[in-house]
């Protein structure tokens, strides 16, 4: 799922392509993407775009008579720009834009369908789109630790719900966590003034070296890599290579269809957390440590 520094990235680009153009055409090629019904999506044809803004992971176009356009991209769902004169997107989006600069398309990935858009009218009616959290970035580490406390969570819970932190999820959750030197698992009771504020000190740097990194990269064209999975990453994705800190495999929990990613020697004194799947399977023989770990995969491969 698209987070903070490639939202951001979208944002500035569209800024480039679209502030101030208007916007000629709408076309669905899947009914399913529109999830809302007043204003009608022709309500939008003919209006100029105003301003663009992030809502914790959506993305917002502006419109004329205070028309907004919110889409959330979800897991797969990501944007295409082609300028004014370019071949024309066929019928692989599920919705073309067209604007007298260029065309802005929305595609998604695989069969599921969850990118979605809204059309909405009025300030009060953007309002219910914004989760609520708070801007890593901007906010200070008060507010911070207000956020982080008003509830008692795991950490990774904690950093990737949007109605505590704005933007933040799977893959810079893992990043920051590593930065931090903080357990993943690690409640957030149990933190003491200097390591909440040595992870506000790790949001917001790994956010904006990851939106300066995202912009270099891009140099100015419309973004076109947009992934969970970069080089440069400490953790995230780096499944038993070797962590840039210390050398020791990356490790993991597996739940659903996500994965956290972290460093046992920087994060959890060696210490092996749980993972649900061979934890149940190992029970009592499930390895504490990387030296446990690895003697068990060493007799694994002398069994086969």
Same mark, same amino acid.
């Given at each position: ?12 680009? !569209? ?7 208007? +916007?000629?055409?709408? @076309? ?10 007043? %204003? ?11 301003? +663009?803004?992030? #809502? ?19 897991? &797969? =769902? ?6 004014? $004169? ?5 019928? $692989? %989006? ?22 979605? +858009?809204?059309?909405?009218? $009025? ?21 911070? &630790?207000?956020? !982080? ?27 920051? #966590?590593? @930065?931090?030197? !903080? ?7 149990? +933190?003491?003034? &200097?390591?909440? *504020? ?6 917001? =740097?790994? #956010?904006?070296?990851?939106?300066? @990194?995202?912009? /270099? ?12 999975? @970069? ?13 840039? /800190? ?18 046992? %020697?920087?994060?959890? =004194? ?6 649900? *799947?061979?934890?149940? !399977? ?23």
């Amino acid at each position: 799922m698209p987070e903070l520094p490639d939202v951001t990235l979208y944002i500035e680009a !569209l800024k480039r392509r679209v502030l101030g153009r208007e +916007l000629r055409s709408a @076309r669905l090629n899947s009914p399913f993407v529109l999830r809302s019904v007043e %204003p009608p999506l022709g309500a939008i044809e003919g209006r100029r775009v105003r301003g +663009l803004r992030r #809502l914790g992971k959506r993305i917002v176009l502006e419109l004329e008579d205070e028309l907004f356009l919110v889409f959330h991209l979800m897991i &797969a =769902g990501r944007f295409r720009w082609r300028d004014a $004169g370019g071949k024309p997107a066929g019928r $692989g %989006p599920l919705a073309v834009f067209g604007f007298d600069s260029g065309e802005l398309s929305l595609t998604e990935a695989g069969r599921k369908r969850r990118a979605s +858009l809204h059309v909405v009218r $009025g300030e009060a009616a953007l309002a219910e789109h914004d989760p609520g959290g708070i801007e890593v970035r901007r906010d200070d580490p008060g507010g911070f &630790a207000a956020a !982080l406390r008003s509830g008692n969570h795991t950490l990774k819970r904690a950093l990737t719900d949007p109605r505590l932190l704005s933007g933040i999820g799977n893959a810079y959750s893992d990043e920051i #966590l590593h @930065r931090a030197k !903080l357990s993943p698992v690690r409640l957030t009771s149990r +933190l003491s003034q &200097a390591e909440v *504020a040595r992870l506000h000190a790790a949001a917001a =740097g790994v #956010l904006e070296e990851w939106v300066r @990194r995202l912009q /270099d990269e891009a140099g100015g064209d419309f973004p076109s890599k947009v992934t969970a999975f @970069r080089p440069g990453m400490a953790v995230h994705g780096r499944y038993r290579q070797p962590c840039p /800190d210390c050398g020791a495999p990356v490790q993991r929990i597996l739940y659903a269809s996500n994965e956290t990613n972290y460093c046992p %020697p920087c994060q959890t =004194g060696g210490k092996l957390l749980a993972d649900r *799947a061979l934890s149940r !399977l190992l029970k009592r023989d499930w390895p504490r440590t990387l030296e446990e770990l690895e003697a068990l995969r060493r007799r694994g491969r002398e069994g086969g």
